[in-house]
C-alpha cells in the first residue's frame, strides 16, 4: 500500500479553516486555496531524487544538488483542481499541466467525464493529480483509471493530493489503485446523505468560481 498523509502544519491547518467558514468570500477562497496549494507543494515534492552537480561559487569549485529523475506534471480535475494549480506552479514552474474535466451527477454521485488533454509524454512523468475534495473518490477513481488504462501512467507515478478528503473516498481510491499515494490537508468525519464531505467546506468549484 502506498503513503497515506495528512500534511497538518499549523500554517495549512489555519488557511483551511478561513475556507471552510461559509463567510469566506470568493476571492479569500480563491487566493487561500493557491495559498493552501504552494505549500502542499512543499511537502508533495519531498521525496523528489536530486543529483549531484559541479558549480562555482564566487569563493571556490564545489559539489551541491539540483533534481534529477522524472520530469514533473500537474494534473488538475476540472473545475475545482483548477483553485490549487497557481500555487503548485509557483514552486516548480517547470512543471506541465495536464487537465482532466469530471464533474459529479447530483443523482447518482457518478463521476462524468468531459473533457482530457495531457502533455504527450505523461507516461514519463512524476504525475500530481490535483482536486480540493476526495468525497466518495468517483472523480479521483475515474481521473486516476484514465491515467493508468488510457495513457499507461504507472501507479508508483502518481500522487493524489486534495484538501479534504472524507475517510470513504480514501478507503475506495486505496482500494482501487493501492500504488498512488495520496496527500490531503484534512481527514474529515465522514459524508453527508447528498455526498458531501462533514464538516468540508461546501463545493469547492462553487465557492472558488463563485458560481451559487
Ligand atoms: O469524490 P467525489 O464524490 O467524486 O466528489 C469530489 C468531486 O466533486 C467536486 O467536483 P464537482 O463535481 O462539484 O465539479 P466542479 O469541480 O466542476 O465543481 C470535487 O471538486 C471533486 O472533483
Ligand atoms: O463536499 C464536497 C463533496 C464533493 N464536492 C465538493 O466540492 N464538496
Ligand atoms: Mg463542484
Redo the contacts with the bound molecule.
Sequence with gaps: MAKFTVVDHPLIQHKLTLIRDKDASTKVFREVTNEIGMLMAYEITRDLPLEDVEIETPITKTTQKQLSGKKLAIVP??????GMVDGIIDLIPAARVGHI??????ET????EYFAKFPSDIQERQVFVV?????????????LDQLVDKYNVSEEHITFV?LVA?PE?VK?LQASHPNVDIYTAALDEK?NDH?Y?VPGLG????R??G?K
Design positions: 480535475i476540472l473545475r475545482a483542481g483548477l474535466g469530471m464533474y459529479r451527477d447530483p454521485l457518478e463521476a462524468v482536486d480540493p475534495m476526495l468525497a466518495t473518490g468517483a472523480s479521483a477513481i475515474a481521473a486534495c472524507a473516498g475506495a459524508l455526498g464531505i463545493d469547492a468549484g462553487d472558488i468560481f458560481t
